[in-house]
């Protein structure tokens, strides 16, 4: 058994109480015993004397007198009897009496003061005891008696004592190892056991525990494991998904990448045409088609570690917007619905620092998620872009006049393919824009979301420290 195990520990501190338990009560076993002593001596001492004045032959008393105080062990024997004290059993003292003690009028605090009193003092001493005769045979007895022999008969209880109490404590600890070891090291292992299994193969629902132990704590121990081994599994399932549909998205990512590429070579010429039309609309083609062919590329570094860092600089975020909200606008005719309006609050010369692709599809993300809400309704709305900036910031506001999120949706806000407010709709939208916004050193944050619509707020700190972006099983 060692001492860094639960049934070694619970052992010693079994046997270190019981022994702790029984110093406490020690000394006022041994006040007892010296008691009891003391009143044997003065019971014999009685004996002795009535004994003595039994005896009418002088000669044979004379014999007997030394005999009895050896018998008695004490020097002398003092009874008094009708007001008449009297000297019946006497011997030459080896010295002066050094204390007296009354046992008729002695308190608990002062029998223990005298015991250790007692035990303390190494010298063999004579003293005075007196105590009341047995039998109401006279009003008093005294007697005086040495120390020595009193000091020697208490240690030899004392040590016995202790020995009795320490082999009490082993059998105690003994008993209560085997009752610790059945009610609560048993399901202790069986709960390591079930552990051990399941670390083997925690995707194996065949290995969360199943509750039954008998004592309530090690049952609910016991539930509360087998609910984190339930979720643990569950999330396992998930990331082995979430990893499958990440190198989908890369395959084809990378094919996807390869055809954009040759349509930009194409829309280059575009600008080549002899319809004016066709050359205006030509830069924001090839402009669209860059930007699809960068997002493939962050899509494959993304499925790989992480977002690539933000590249900085500085740029005029009006005309940005008015490039998202022409794109946001085609998309809406495109589909038929043209019901959405875009309204800009920007001040003109407001300059930011940022990554300006990022940005784009950061806002592309929450205009595109506020104009399709508003379609979804079959009614019109607005969608709205504002900015400004502090001393410490610049801020960037879209607003809409859209149903709002639903409960689920703002419970999983910013996690992929569970915030979707949108039937069919992946949830990752707001996880990569969020995603980008911490990687500028800012924050994504929902202001509201109502029956009067949604309103979210882009913060980017001016004093700027780029934060490394999450990959898409990170968000999870």
Sequence with gaps: ????????????????????????????????????????????????????????????????????????????????????????????LPGAVSATYDLRDEGVIQTIDDAVATLLDEEDRVIRVI?????????????????????????????RLLALSAAFSILTAILLNLAAQRMILVPIRRVISHLSSYAAAPEDPRHIITP????????????ALAAMQKTVTSSLK????????GQAVAKISHDLRNILTTAQIFADRLEDSADPKVRRAAPKLVNSITRAVNLCETTL????????????SRFNLSHLVADLIEAESLAGESTGQGRVEFLSDLPPTLTIRADRDQLYRVLTNLVRNARQAIEGTGQPGTVEIGAGETDAEWWIRIGD?????????????????????????TGLGLTIAADLVRGHGGRLELVRSDADGSEFMIHLPRDLAIQPSRNLESAR
């Design 1 to 92: 058994m060692r001492l860094n195990t639960i049934s070694g520990r619970f052992a010693a501190l079994t046997i270190i109480f019981v022994v702790l338990a029984e110093v406490f009560i020690l000394l006022p076993a041994m006040a007892s015993f010296r008691l009891d002593y003391l009143e044997s001596r003065l019971e014999r001492a009685q004996i002795a004397s009535l004994a003595l004045l039994a005896t009418t032959d002088e000669a044979l008393a004379s014999d007997l007198e030394s005999e009895l105080l050896q018998n008695a062990g004490v020097y002398n024997v003092v009874l008094r009897r009708d007001d008449i004290r009297q000297l019946v059993l006497s011997s030459q």
């Design 131 to 159: 105590g009341a005769p047995v039998n109401q045979a006279g009003q008093f007895i005294e007697i005086t008696m040495a120390t020595a022999p009193l000091r020697a008969a208490m240690i030899d209880y004392g040590l």
């Design 212 to 223: 039954d132990a008998r004592l309530v704590e090690l049952r609910e121990a016991e539930a």
């Design 238 to 245: 998930h990331k082995d998904r979430m990893a499958g549909l």
């Design 301 to 312: 570094a993304f499925g790989k570690a992480e977002e690539p860092a933000p590249t900085l």
């Design 401 to 425: 006049t859209g149903p709002g999120l639903p409960d689920k949706a703002r419970e999983f806000l910013f996690k992929p393919f569970t915030g979707s407010a949108r039937k069919g709709g």
